[in-house]
């Protein structure tokens, strides 16, 4: 029967993988996912991170979420808008942070620890002045409070709408665990469970606005052009299935009109439709491979 399926589901699938490595190639980063053998990195197969972070349809679209929502806060804002490239190497940008995810994720303790610190070290210099006159660093331990909840929200609602149900109990366990890279970088007071990251919100809501700056990183998420075929669909698809797993209010506050609204549910349901195949298609990516060093199978993280 699994001889079947693959036959039947390699038109589809082929073109996916090709896709996916087009957009996001392997072996870039220089991260080791197969050694130590028996090392579980941070987290490691019975976690809950394992399994939210093993589906590339609900990371794509979390991490767009996240990008999203960061764009309301004006002091987190600043350090991308005053210090990055994100107008001419956007893909680049986001295949940085997909690696941050993925080695932070998958690989083992001293090749984390490494690029904790590398990050932490990059963090230092990145500091400024909004025009507005507030003060700013990347090491500020609220600012990164906000990155990291941001992403770990766009991940676990990813995960639950183009994968599979989290029970409460899980989502608590993940945000309990994933805060820790968050933490390492120096974070404080990161919210570890649902209730507390809705709490979260709450308080943040009167820090954020959407403004000019806003706007136009937006612009540029929406322009954006990764290196594979169908670029403009592919864009319109992953950020319309970002855009719904956004919080009701920050969907108000980026001024989403119904027509965008209708669109992006549209998207949610295509991805979603989609994410069986893309789960074949990739079937040897870091967390196989971090399975792999463990001595467990992959279909291991596809039960709680």
Known sequence: MSSLLHRLTRPATVPIRRWVMGAFPRGESGI??????????????????????????????????????????????????DHSNFRDDLVGRLRRTTAFVACTSYAASGEVEALVAKV????????????????????DPALLTWVHVTEAYGFLQGYRRYCREVPEAIADRYYDEY?????????????????????????QRPLLRFDGRSREVLAVLSSIRLPVPMAGLSRELFLGAGTVLLPQWATAMLERTPMQRTQARASARVLQGMSPLFRRALQDGVAARACARMGVPLSTLAHW
């Open 32 to 81: 080791d996912y197969d050694h130590p053998v028996g090392d579980p990195g941070w987290f490691g197969p019975d976690s809950a991170t394992w399994r939210v972070h093993a589906e590339f349809p609900g990371m794509l679209a979390g991490g767009l979420c996240a990008l999203m929502l960061q764009t309301l806060h004006p002091l987190a804002l600043a350090g991308v808008y």
């Open 120 to 139: 932490k070290r990059i963090h230092a210099h990145v500091r400024g002045q909004t025009p507005d006159g507030q003060v700013y660093s990347a090491d």
């Open 179 to 203: 805060r820790r890279v968050a933490e390492a970088l120096g974070a404080t007071e990161v919210p570890a469970s649902e209730a507390a990251v809705e709490a979260y919100f709450e308080q």
